[in-house]
């Protein structure tokens, strides 16, 4: 079963089976740099099954979505963390943050 999220649910709680997929939709604007990526997956609960971009209009500066599958691969109960920054600027370069508790069975 996929499991949609968005900004929307941040800071909330999730239900999952293992195996289930959740698919995180954030809105990005990579142009100005900054990226979401995910923040300290535990890889004992989570596989990243897939990162893709959109961005409809192609025009400089111009915002779209950023999609994440994350696969259940364990029970337990793990946050889902992701951080929107600019790399090179390490920690300091983090703007926003997402996360999402979730318990899987």
């Known amino acids: 079963m996929a499991i949609m999220l968005t900004q929307r649910d941040d800071g909330g ?3 999952a089976q293992m195996g289930d997929t959740i698919e995180i939709h954030l809105p ?7 990226r979401w990526e995910p923040d300290g997956l535990d890889l004992h609960l989570f596989e990243l099954a897939g990162a ?10 111009s915002g779209g979505d950023a999609q994440f599958r ?3 691969i364990a029970k337990g ?10 790399r090179w600027e390490g ?3 983090v703007t926003k943050r997402f996360e999402v508790k979730v318990d899987a069975s």
Do not use: C, F, M, Q
């Open 52 to 61: 893709t971009a959109d961005y409809p209009s192609g025009t400089v500066g």
């Open 77 to 86: 109960s793990a946050t889902l963390r992701l951080k929107n920054w600019r």
């Open 13 to 15: 709680h999730v239900r």
């Open 70 to 72: 994350i696969k259940v």
């Open 28 to 34: 990005e604007n990579a142009t100005t740099g900054y």
């Open 91 to 93: 920690e300091a370069g």
